[in-house]
């Protein structure tokens, strides 16, 4: 059974009263897990739109589940996720830099108690190998600048638990040109031996033209590797971090109805934003309009998930000093 990537949801809600606030989807680890969770959802957001489906189990492959429809038919239901790689590629780069440059000793000693963020968000990252001349320039000028806080270090609040009371403050690298936003908070004294905890975080580019060859490219592999198994036989595309809008949407629903598949339903399915975002490709509906009626856009996504204001406890920060082993990254794309 394999392990997915720690990849929580979160989405910001803007109340019609109140202030903003965020809601986050924890996911499953493992694959099979997942997939009955996205499944479930995709039930449920079914019935809300007034379809009246079951989750009725796991299915034979190539099939991956069951649901049962009002009239008690058994749907074969095939899923594939579609991922974003070029996001998978700027985490993957983030952890790299971070476990190269929190590796000094000095800065170990210097940060001991402190929780540090670092954020390059409204910017694209586009870094080299760490390993590489380059990429060594730049882990040295993390780790100078880093060295520079110092004086704003000494100076911060002791935070209680549950407190979030630091100082915040920016660098600017010239190796690979970028700003960085550092957020620092102290969770124990200096004096405690607790370890120093880092975190980084920021933006990717979203480009509608680069999520429809995705979508594409999982589609025609499964249009064109399975044959027809049942009766009726439904694909069910889904994504946890590609957008799949109506420019997209056009462009899929045109594909397929000129291809050979063995498919009577293909629907896309965005399982945890606010509500489900369900819509279906094939048959063609008729409220889609032409995909040449709609122009390419290009848009930049800010990731701003509760990594804003991280809990004390979350797995997901990283302890200063620990070296990361190659098989953290075994999976890259």
Known sequence: ??????????????PKSGPPFFKQFKLPDSKDELEKAVIQRFVK?????????EYAGSAPEPADAFVVDRNGINIYLQLCEVVDVQRIRVTQARARYGFEVWTNIELQELYRGVQVAMLDFGQMLDVPKPTSRTGRALVDELR????????IIESLPMNAEGEFKGKETCVMLSTTPMKLSIRLLRYASPKDESPGKWFWTGSVPVDSNGFLLRFQEVMKRKCNHYGRIADPYWLLLYSLDCYCGEFEQAHLADFLVGEDHPFDRVTVFMPFELGGNLKELFPRPKDLPPSSDLPRKKLLVHLIPEDMNPKWDDPRWNVIGFQADESVFENSP
């Open 144 to 151: 100078q600048e880093l060295r520079s806080l110092k004086t």
């Open 1 to 14: 059974m394999s392990n997915k990537p720690d990849r929580p949801i979160t989405s910001i809600v803007f």
């Open 45 to 53: 957001v079914s019935q809300h739109n007034g379809e009246q489906l």
